[in-house]
T-cell receptor, first 112, second 109 residues
Framework: GAGVSQSPSNKVTEKGKDVELRCDPI?????LYWYRQSLGQGLEFLIY????????KSGLPSDRFSAERTGGSVSTLTIQRTQQEDSAVYLC??????????FGPGTRLTVL | GQNIDQPTEMTATEGAIVQINCTYQ??????LFWYQQHAGEAPTFLSY????GLEEKGRFSSFLSRSKGYSYLLLKELQMKDSASYLC??????????FGGGTRLMVKP
């Protein structure tokens, strides 16, 4: 079956521009997560969606970051007025409650 | 707060055994995961421990001691393809995972 997919795989943007990153979770998975991974570092939690509950936004680093999940499926992570320190790989994962998370291939964001 | 510690780098020889340790201090505990991540790829699930003891899965085993806040991943009969980063992650309240910084394992011939 299809795994978690993300698009685009690579994104290069100029400082100050807005970007949108997309995640298609595995069908039927109720939970969706966004993480950020800087080069050679571990995963930094950003935001978590569980079913129709209000998302847990506790990991978002600033108000320039936001995310939504429409219809309990596809999610979009938006970064406004990008900064160079936003450059990283953005990973999306999904799962059913309590099980291991399945990760997408990530979007590599480079802010010039 | 959440704190997960693991060594940054380890080196081992092909065919040998290596143990990667992870210590954690978290508010709440619903289990501990180990993930493997090859360079430029997404993490993939290796193991899950929620009870104390050893879980064996082929060449890989994972151990958990909840009272000590300690886990290790044991890799036997190392192969070159095992060169990767190994991520320890703790599940706490709300089904969320907190990841350690990862251990980069280099397997040499």
């Amino acid at each position: 079956g299809a795994g978690v997919s993300q698009s685009p795989s690579n994104k290069v943007t100029e400082k100050g521009k807005d970007v949108e990153l997309r995640c298609d979770p595995i069908s039927g998975h109720t939970a969706l997560y966004w993480y950020r991974q800087s080069l050679g570092q571990g995963l930094e939690f950003l935001i978590y969606f569980q079913g129709n509950s209000a998302p847990d936004k506790s990991g978002l680093p600033s108000d320039r970051f936001s995310a939504e999940r429409t219809g309990g499926s596809v999610s979009t992570l938006t970064i406004q007025r990008t900064q160079q320190e936003d450059s990283a790989v953005y990973l999306c994962a999904s799962n059913l409650m309590g099980n291991e998370q399945f990760f997408g291939p990530g979007t590599r964001l480079t802010v010039l | 707060g959440q704190n997960i510690d693991q060594p940054t780098e380890m080196t081992a020889t092909e065919g040998a055994i290596v143990q990667i340790n992870c210590t954690y201090q978290t508010s709440g505990f619903n289990g501990l995961f180990w993930y493997q991540q090859h360079a430029g790829e997404a993490p993939t699930f290796l193991s899950y421990n929620v009870l104390d003891g050893l879980e064996e899965k082929g060449r890989f085993s994972s151990f958990l001691s909840r009272s000590k806040g300690y886990s290790y991943l044991l890799l036997k009969e190392l192969q070159m393809k095992d060169s990767a980063s190994y991520l320890c992650a703790v599940s706490s309240a709300g089904n969320m995972l907190t990841f350690g910084g990862g251990t980069r394992l280099m397997v040499k011939p």
